[in-house]
């Protein structure tokens, strides 16, 4: 079982509400990632981190922001959310620092639900 | 361009038959090549990572086949279980990078009916 928790797993809200995704890990991982991945489709990156005060944007453009203030937290946030923002928001992080192999723990994930 | 394709796109099985699941890449250069399973609902759990050197891999009933050269996966589940019943996930990995650029595939969904 993996030790990265994301909250809340459930969210509805209203359209230009401001709202935070929590992401947290407790396996001292450097490096921290913020997939997309609406139902039948493939998973898309979009922030990633490799560590403290380090974060890049991904493949598939975001309007959300990340923070890498700690390790352990990883947090996303939507100044202004509107229904095209509606998906499931997953979590992940990696060990290990330029091995081929790395392995990817996954949170279970946030299902965003914008009104 | 590199893609990630697999099939079937969905499949049911009765509970105790066996499957396998397919997976087609175009990545190139080709670093890996992982299979995960993701509950309904939940984030994707990693069954098995293969490089270009490994051409079978086991995980329980799980046993994950790659053929570098066709750039071809195969994920075979034996003895199916009711608790089988998820989305499977081929993801390929470059060397683009200091951990690889991920190419995912959509999945196939498997359900495992009693």
């Known amino acids: 079982e993996a030790d990265i928790y994301q909250t809340p797993r459930y969210l509805v809200i209203g359209t230009g509400k401001k709202i935070t995704l929590e992401c947290s890990q407790t396996m001292g991982h450097d490096k921290m990632y913020w997939y997309q991945q609406d139902p039948g489709m493939e998973l898309h990156l979009i922030h990633y981190?490799?560590?403290?005060?380090?974060?890049e944007k991904g493949d598939l453009s975001s309007e959300s922001t990340v923070s890498r203030i700690r390790t352990e937290h990883f947090p996303l946030t939507l100044e202004s959310a509107r229904p095209s923002h509606t998906s499931q928001y997953l979590c992940a992080s990696s060990e290990g620092f330029g091995t081929t192999n790395e392995k990817l723990f996954f949170g279970s994930g946030t299902q965003l639900s914008v009104l | 361009k590199n893609q990630v394709e697999q099939s079937p796109q969905s499949l049911i099985i009765l509970e105790g038959k066996n499957c396998t699941l397919q997976c087609n890449y175009t990545v190139s250069p080709f670093s890996n090549l992982r299979w995960y399973k993701q509950d309904t609902g939940r984030g994707p759990v990693s069954l098995t990572i293969?490089?270009?050197?490994?051409n079978t891999k086991s995980n329980g009933r799980y046993t994950a086949t790659l053929d570098a050269d066709t750039k071809q996966s195969s994920l075979h589940i034996t003895a199916s279980q009711l608790s089988d019943s998820a989305s499977y996930i081929c993801v390929v990995s470059d060397r683009g990078s200091t951990l690889g650029r991920l190419y995912f595939g959509r999945g196939t969904q498997l359900t495992v009916w009693p």
């Open positions: 293969m490089t270009f050197s490994e």
């Open positions: 981190s490799y560590g403290v005060n380090s974060t």
